[in-house]
Nanobody
Framework: QLQFVESGGGLVQPGGSLTLSCAAS????????IGWFRQGPGKEREVVSCISHIGLGNAFLDSVKGRFRISRDNSKNTVYLQMNSLQPEDTATYYCTVVRYGMSCRPTGSWGQGTQVTVSS
């Protein structure tokens, strides 16, 4: 079973950018679809964006379409989430995990510690 470590979060001003990394350990990474999720203060965890094992990505959260881009490097067992034009409502802890990805994107793997993103002036 894959385990994940998320990194790259931090404090950023509105309009700024961050790139999150999701590093996987374990075998078979290149055969799995991976998704980014987030959980804001007082909110439930929600899917942000997912990517297939061959790199076909899709944003599932309307508010991030056109601002966030998911990618992966199978040689590094890593998935990235490039986030641009960040807004205070993007403040959340961001997680990645294995997903079942088709018309929807549902988590099926274990959760890591996440990485905190805070957007504030």
């Amino acid at each position: 079973q894959l385990q994940f470590v998320e990194s790259g979060g931090g404090l950023v001003q509105p309009g700024g950018s961050l790139t999150l990394s999701c590093a996987a350990s374990g075998s078979g990474f290149s055969g799995y679809a991976i998704g980014w999720f987030r959980q804001g203060p007082g909110k439930e965890r929600e899917v942000v964006s997912c990517i297939s094992h061959i790199g076909l990505g899709n944003a599932f959260l309307d508010s991030v379409k056109g601002r966030f881009r998911i990618s992966r490097d199978n040689s590094k067992n890593t998935v990235y989430l490039q986030m641009n034009s960040l807004q205070p409502e993007d403040t959340a802890t961001y997680y990645c995990t294995v997903v079942r990805y088709g018309m929807s994107c549902r988590p099926t793997g274990s959760w890591g510690q996440g990485t905190q993103v805070t957007v504030s002036s």
